[in-house]
């Protein structure tokens, strides 16, 4: 984890849920398993605004792009813990 002032782009948290930042994409899918080209459709055509952790529930999973497009990440929440605390499980892609 990085500030976001020092990283290329990312994933911040406000109270129960992520949002991305203003130049990113993101996608909430139904469940099951997500392939980088399944979050390409859903950004074009369901893009998400904000991840409410309640609605990534059960490691529904979601995928957010980086700002160039060159990036995506595959992520699933673990577990968000009152205190404040977010387990999450990432996989993340470059396009070559």
């Known amino acids: 984890m990085v500030s976001a002032e020092t990283a290329a782009w990312y994933l911040a948290r406000d109270g129960q849920a992520f949002l991305p930042s203003e130049e990113s994409d993101a996608f909430v899918a139904d469940a099951g398993e997500?392939?980088?080209?399944?979050c390409v459709r859903g950004i074009e055509t369901r893009p998400a605004a904000a991840l409410p952790f309640g609605a990534l529930a059960k490691a529904r999973p979601f995928c957010v792009h980086s700002p160039d497009r060159s990036e995506i990440a595959i992520v699933r929440l673990v577990e968000a813990s009152p205190d404040g605390a977010v387990t999450i499980s990432a996989d993340h892609y470059r396009r070559s």
């Open 34 to 38: 997500l392939s980088v080209d399944a």
